[in-house]
């Protein structure tokens, strides 16, 4: 006896743009008495490979018009798609208006996305919003208690087994699945195409938020073994985390994914080669340097104990020479614009170590968004992009900062913008020589910096601590003059921080008893 939950395939109508294993499916349902409505390149295709079709403007009586703008828009093909077949006034509809049954709506979009990333016109983006697509898809979704919608050539092989194991027939279960992918499918083009929109009219937070991505990878966990996790893609094509290919080493986690995406888009900032080893999503250690193995080195000197287990990334290929120094320390995960042979032979034998290609490097200052979820909504902002200058920059003290001082000082506030607040960096000729991060009060960063400087400084065998003739960054400014003392105690010599406190006076003052230079950026860089 046939299960009366099984829907025995009949008819299907198939218009793909992406035309993947359509010849297969195609021969499939031909050969098992399927009749085939097609159009346009979709009826080409699978009439040039030698299976049966007819064309849905044969099928419905009415000519394709307006350029292909209309051409499934019909009730013999709504109507034959909607129909609940348990419904007898829907039987009688269909037999009082000669609409034929159909049983698969196989369909995929135009290719919008494509278009638009291309760089097309508005009109040729206009040309390519699917109109005839998404209406037969939701319709077919809809009506999933008898109609089998496939909207990704990926489940042409589930559709053809189900069919082979049920006589030519699909299950409730494949159907309902199918279903919740094809307005998952439909979501993700209206979200794509308001998107754009949006952005043709320079509405950078319209009154509707749509944000979209597809699964990568579902995690083994989240942040925590409790947590489950995965990993979506959206259409933002900035190298990083998103675009790189794995070369070797186990399977990325949550932790692994948000560090080694914080550590990529700190080495970004810089035009010089440059390495930063984050831990937790803070740098533990960043430097620039003649060669990827010379700024490795001096950014390992900043906490080599934090760098275990760490995350790195490099700004340029990564070679022999730094990979075996890098291969010297336990680490999760390494990620570069280019990994070399010699690189990759050095590292094989690190066969847990993650490492990453990303092909290139991401614009620093390119325009983007960042999302906070909260309980009931979501923060979206801009991009933190700003980049501070020497000619950004006001001189508050009686002293001018040297041409050294004032390299490490725009050096230290870059690197100020990815640590979390309350940030304070200590650098010195091109690297951090400590780091102070997410405290509750500036002061606090200040003497944690201070005293990893003075533990890198015993660990390296030098007797005065890394931060002797330093300066010193803060991502905002100093509501008191303690920190900016406790710094001047580590020994720095010049200060770069935003300026804007009631007490600016207060700690220009103490700067200047110190014979400190200060400069002000008028830019704060909280990262929370």
């Not at 009949?10 to 050969?31: F, H, M, N, W």
């Amino acid at each position: 006896m046939t299960d009366p939950q099984l829907s025995k395939i009949t008819r299907a109508l198939i218009s793909v743009s992406d035309k993947d294993g359509l010849e297969k499916l195609g021969k499939y349902l031909s050969e098992n008495g399927v009749e085939i409505l097609s159009t346009g390149g979709s009826a080409k295709a699978l009439a040039d490979a030698g299976i049966p079709v007819k064309e849905v403007g044969d099928h419905t009586g009415f000519p394709e018009i307006m350029n292909g703008r209309v051409k499934t828009l019909h009730p013999k093909v709504h109507g034959g798609i909607l129909a609940k077949r348990s419904d007898a006034s829907h039987l009688k509809a269909m037999d009082e208006h000669a609409i034929d049954p159909i049983d698969m709506v196989v369909v995929n979009l135009y290719p919008f996305e494509e278009t638009v990333a291309a760089g097309a016109d508005f009109d040729t983006c206009i040309e390519n919003i699917d109109i005839g697509g998404p209406s037969m898809i939701r319709s077919a979704a809809k009506n999933h208690e008898s109609i089998t919608v496939v909207t990704d050539p990926k489940d042409y092989d589930d559709v053809i087994t189900a069919m082979s194991n049920n006589n030519g027939a699909t299950t409730p279960e494949l159907r309902r699945t199918l279903a919740a992918a094809a307005y998952a499918k439909t979501a993700a083009y209206d979200a794509a195409i308001a998107s754009w929109f949006a952005n043709q009219t320079n509405d950078e937070f319209p009154q509707r938020h749509t944000l979209t991505g597809t699964r990568a990878q579902v995690m083994r966990y989240g942040e925590n073994p409790h947590q489950a996790a995965a990993f979506y893609r959206t259409a933002d094509d900035r190298a990083g985390v998103a675009t790189a290919t794995q070369i070797q080493g186990k399977e990325l986690s949550y932790n692994n994914l948000n560090d080694t995406d914080a550590a990529f888009e700190l080495v970004a900032e810089f035009e010089e080669p440059a390495v930063a080893i984050i831990k937790h999503a803070n740098p533990c250690g960043v430097a620039i340097g003649s060669s990827i193995s010379d700024a490795y080195s001096r950014a390992l000197k900043c906490d080599p104990v934090s760098a275990f287990g760490g995350i790195i990334a490099l700004n340029r290929e990564l070679d022999a020479a730094a990979a075996e120094q890098m291969a010297e320390l336990f680490l999760e995960v390494i990620i570069a614009p280019q990994i070399s042979d010699g690189a990759k032979k050095v590292l094989a034998s690190k066969k847990n170590l993650r490492v990453l290609a990303t092909g290139g490097m991401p614009a620093a200052d390119a325009p983007g968004t960042t999302l906070k979820m909260l309980a009931g909504g979501y923060l979206l902002q801009s991009r933190d992009a700003a980049h501070v200058t020497a000619a950004d920059l006001k001189t508050a003290s009686k002293r001018t900062p040297s041409d050294q001082e004032l390299c490490d000082l725009i050096f230290a506030f870059t690197v100020c913008k990815h640590v979390k607040s309350n940030a304070i960096v200590y650098a010195k000729e091109g690297a951090t020589v400590g780091i102070g991060a997410g405290q509750m009060s500036r002061v606090d960063s200040c003497r944690i910096a201070a005293q990893k400087a003075t533990d890198a400084a015993e660990a390296a065998g030098e007797s005065k601590p890394l931060t002797k003739n330093s300066v010193v960054a803060s991502d905002a400014f100093f509501p008191f003059a303690d920190g900016l003392l406790t710094a001047a105690a580590a020994g720095v010599t010049a200060v770069i921080q935003p300026g804007g406190s009631i007490r600016d006076d207060e700690v220009i003052a103490a700067a200047d008893e110190n014979d400190l230079a200060m400069v002000l950026t008028g830019i704060r860089h909280f990262r929370h």
